[in-house]
Each structure stands twice: as C-alpha cells, then as structure tokens.
C-alpha cells in the first residue's frame, strides 16, 4: 500500500490558476500564486463576492478520538470530493497544519490515502508562511513589551503581571516556563515568561475571527498585555504595537486556496488547535467559500465536545455563521477505545467493545441535536481492520438512536466511497431546519456558570472546581466587564472529563480550572482544565525521526 506522501506525490496537480477559474470561477488576476499550485485569493475580491446567496455550510465533527485521530480531515475531503462527482459545486474548509504535531505524535494534516489536499508536503510544513507571520507579529508585542520596560516603563506596567508569551510553531516542552532579560541591565528587566505554541496564541484565534484588515487592527488592539500597579489593564494600542502588528499580517489574512487530489477546491486557512483554543479555521476562508460554492465542508477540531461547540459557541456567535448540517465522524477503532480495548488491541474483533463504546458517540450525537440543534448524520469511516461484523453492528446501533450512518471509504477509495455519505447528507439538508440552532449558553450568563453549564450539559460533570488564584482571575474578570464574552474551555481531547484516562460518557467528575486566561482581541475567555498543556511536548521517538530529505530532494516519511 503506498503512503500519504507516495499517494501526494504521484498525483496529477492542476494548476491552481486552473481549478480557480473551471471549479470557482475565479479570475486569475485575483489570485496571489505561491508556486504552481497554491495561491492567495485577493481580499478585494472577495469583497465583491457579498451580495452572492450564500451556499450550504456542513460541519464535520466527531466522537472522542484515540490518539492517532480518526480521520476528520479525511473525511472533509472525501465528503467534498463526493458532492463534487455528484456534479455539485463543493469546496472544503481546513485549517493550516502546526508542525509541533507534524513533527511529533499525529504527523501531518491534510488528509491520508486518496483523500487529500495538495501539495501535501508544502500544506504540512511552510506553505504560504501565515503561520510564520502570526510568530512574528505575536513576538514583535513580546518584544515592544521588553522594551518599554527597559525604556522607563512610562506606562507603569506591574512586571509580575506580563502574560503575554512569546510562541513558535514546534512542539518544545523546555520552553513553557523561563527567565528573560538575564546577562545584566543591557539586556533588559529580568521577569519570568514562556512560550506557547503558535496555535494556541490568542492572535491566531484573532486572525481566525477576524473579517477584515480594519477588524484585524482593532482586535489586536484590544489584547491585554498586563496590568498597571493600580489593576488598570495595558492593551497592545496603549504600546503603539497594534499597527505594525497589522503590517505583518496583511499578506496572511488573505485565505490559502488549493486543490484536493481530484480537483477539488479548498480553502486551508488558519489552525488554532480545539483542545487548547478554538479550532476552527478562519471566518474570512469560510464566508468567502460560502459565496463561492453550492456546498461547503468544514472541520472543527477533534470531539465534538470541543470543536464543534467551540465552533458554535465562538465562530458562530462572533461572526452569524451558522451550520445547515453536521456529520459526525465515528470508527471502530475509536468506539472499541471507548469500550475499554487499550491502543495495542484496536485491530482485533471484538463487538462487545464496540457496543460499550457507544455511549461515547451517543453522547456527542445528543450534544449535537439536542444541545447545538444541528441535524446530523454519521460518517463511519472504515479501517482496513474492522471487520463487516463490526461495522454492520455500529450500523445497528446508531440507527437505533435515530442517526442515519453512512460507512465510507474515502480513504481508499476517493470521492467515490464517500458518495453514500454525500447523498445521506444531501437528504439531511433538503429537510434542515436553520431555526433549531442553538447556542450552549446566552450572552448575558456570568462566566461561571457559562462554565458550569458547559460541565454539566456536554461533559457530564457534577462540578467546577477552581485553583485559587483562576477563580480570583475570573471574579475579577467578571467585575471587569467582561462577563458577556464566550468561554473557551482548554482540556484532553481523549475524554469529556479532564482525565484523558476516563473513556467513554463518564459523569459525576470534576472539572477543574487551573488557569484563566482573558483573550479580549479574539473576544474570549480561556480556561485551562486538567493538565492540557499550551505548549505541547514532543514523544519518546517524534515523527521527527521518520522524516527526512533525500539527495534528489524528495521529502520522506511525511504522513
């Protein structure tokens, strides 16, 4: 069997001036070429686009994955690959791959097998350089920081109160935590600091919700640097940083458009991670492929514990986007996990695991309908190893909570085993009822209970239970005026507790709140649960090990 990047490889890429104008109409002149086959599409542009009635917008969720993750992207290609054989116009919205997983535990993120977007290896590692722009703009308000407190802190910033962190887009455990402005006064003010990775940095999630280079500079803005002495907040504006901040972004803003393997177009734009941000791609990608196209897929990031109700609660709230379906990708593997089968074991039959992982995707099925009020299908993505028993079984038991379930084999065999799903999820839309959404909470609950409700009516939790110092964090929040902003719950995406180890629907934990965060720019507020991790480290033996360059320049090991 040939691998992601032998598959990627090998493929037959049109140009992307090509797929732009046959599959989007869109005029060459409004597109910003990196190469042969990526390219930028002019904000201008797509100004003009507004007034078109936009298309179907289909979220792809899923259960609680297993580590390796269960084919969510994939899946989104398939589905839009699917619609397009249909004869419909599809586009797919993705978000950009971190390298910290790249080069770490889950390897690449643009699909796997005949379900792919392209240039696989350019999408994974640089691509057209937003990511790089977000690091430098994010580190330049770092460094402006440093400077106006070596300058005479003019401002009277409280030292001990800078929670602006610098951020690089690679897993690297030994910068969480450090000490800056060492080696003595010409260095700076020595203070306690640390990284986060790129896509857990509150200026990724701005430049996901943003809508605009005027949008853009205000919300950067807006971000909360630090503290004076006397509790006064200090905003990137106040340190004359949002401008130039802006300056290196203005390029990045405009959405990435690409190509699946069989041609199919596709915005990959922004990648704020779901476990510890918000998980979606950007607002700008997403209305624009609305205007663009009849049908468009995207993917919120892994459960739909925390994707998809971050997608609805943030995405969705901030920016009037709302989803006309969803579907909800499940696998064996995945359902076996939550039935208590350790990783080792996935690939040996056993129904009886499958049956008691159920209550995993029953769970996230309720949250869906019941919680989000989206109609939804489920798209069973098949391995190799499951066996028919298997799959007829978990046929047998969505359909019995009244979930259509569509298995689909995308991966091997392209748009075409994804077309089942396709027209499962065509039907869903003929009789979607957009008035059914709903949010998980309103506006004006105070942020303490817009937590609680969270806990108790997606996670099963029979409690929030805080570190001291987060729960003076949010009080004072609150009293601050920021008590309508959403909540942005940073936990494990291996469960619905914080305990990566309790599989399956498990009730009556705790969840608890070690640290708040305030995202004023973005418009949130972050709470970090459990041990989750914003800068994620790297495993005992890193895809890192796997991948390498030979002499002919050909990339290996990329998957």
Not at 121 to 141: K, M, P, R
Not at 144 to 162: E, K, M, P, T, W
Request: glycine content about 10%; aromatic content about 6%.
């Amino acid at each position: 069997m040939l691998s992601d990047i032998e598959i990627a490889t090998a493929a037959d890429l049109h140009p992307i001036t090509q797929v732009a104008q046959e599959r989007l109409g869109i005029d060459p002149v409004h597109l910003v070429p990196y190469g042969h086959h990526k390219a930028k599409v002019d904000l201008g542009y797509l100004r003009t686009l507004e007034e078109r009635p936009a298309g179907k917008l289909i979220l792809m969720t899923a259960l609680s994955p297993t580590p390796a993750g269960e084919g969510k992207t994939t899946t989104t290609v398939g589905l839009a690959d699917a619609l397009s054989g249909l004869g419909l116009q599809a586009m797919a919205c993705l978000r950009e791959p971190s390298m910290g997983p790249v080069f770490g535990m889950k390897g690449g993120a643009a699909g796997g097998g005949w379900a792919q977007v392209v240039p696989m290896t350019d999408i994974n590692l640089h691509f057209t350089g937003d990511f790089a722009a977000i690091a430098a703009a994010n580190n330049l308000l770092a460094a402006l920081i440093d400077n106006h407190l070596q300058h005479g802190n003019a401002l009277g910033i409280d030292v001990r109160s800078v929670d602006w962190k610098r951020v690089l887009d690679l897993n690297d455990r030994a910068l969480r935590e450090v000490v800056v402005g060492l080696g003595g006064p010409a260095n700076g003010y020595p203070r306690a600091d640390g990284f986060d990775i790129v896509v857990a940095s509150e200026l990724m999630a701005i430049f996901c919700l943003t809508e605009s280079w005027a949008d853009l500079k205000r919300r950067i803005g807006d971000i909360v640097v630090a503290h004076t002495r006397d509790k006064r907040p200090v905003t990137a504006r106040d340190l004359d940083a949002h401008g130039a901040m802006a300056v290196l972004l203005r390029d990045a803003l405009a959405p990435n458009l690409v190509q699946t393997l069989e041609h199919t177009p596709a915005f990959v734009h922004g990648g704020p991670f779901a476990n510890i941000a918000h998980g979606c791609s950007s607002v700008v990608a997403t209305r624009a492929a609305l205007r663009l196209a009849d049908y468009v897929v995207t993917e919120a990031g892994f459960g739909a514990d925390l994707g998809a109700e971050k997608f609805v609660d943030i995405k969705c709230r901030k920016s009037g986007l709302r989803p006309d379906a969803a579907v909800v990708v499940a696998t064996v593997r995945a359902l076996k996990f939550h039935g208590g089968v350790e990783v080792a074991d996935l690939e040996r039959e056993d129904l009886g695991a499958v049956e008691r992982g159920m209550e995993n995707l029953e769970r996230h099925l309720r949250n869906v309908r019941e919680v989000y009020g989206i109609p939804c299908v489920v798209a069973l993505n098949r391995f190799p190893s499951d066996t028919d028993a298997e799959v007829a079984r978990v046929v047998e038991l969505v359909d019995a909570v009244g979930v259509p379930t569509y298995p689909a084999t995308h991966f091997v065999d392209g748009g075409a085993g994804a077309t089942d799903l396709a027209k499962g999820v065509l039907d869903l839309l003929d009789d979607s009822d957009p008035s059914t959404f709903s949010f998980t909470y309103p506006d004006d609950l105070p942020l303490r209970e817009k937590v609680e409700t969270l806990a108790h009516r997606l996670y099963g939790a029979s409690s929030v239970t805080w570190d001291g110092k987060a729960k003076r964090r949010l009080d004072r929040l609150q009293a601050e005026g920021y008590g309508g902003l959403p909540v942005c719950v940073a936990k494990t995406q291996y469960s619905f507790s914080t305990d990566p180890t309790l599989r399956g629907a498990p009730t009556g934990h705790d969840l608890h709140v070690r640290e708040v965060r305030l995202s004023a720019g973005a418009g949130f507020v972050v709470l970090v649960c459990g041990d989750v991790m914003t800068m994620p480290g790297l495993p005992p033996t890193p895809a890192a090990a796997r991948i390498d360059l030979l002499d002919d320049g050909t990339i290996v090991g990329l998957s």
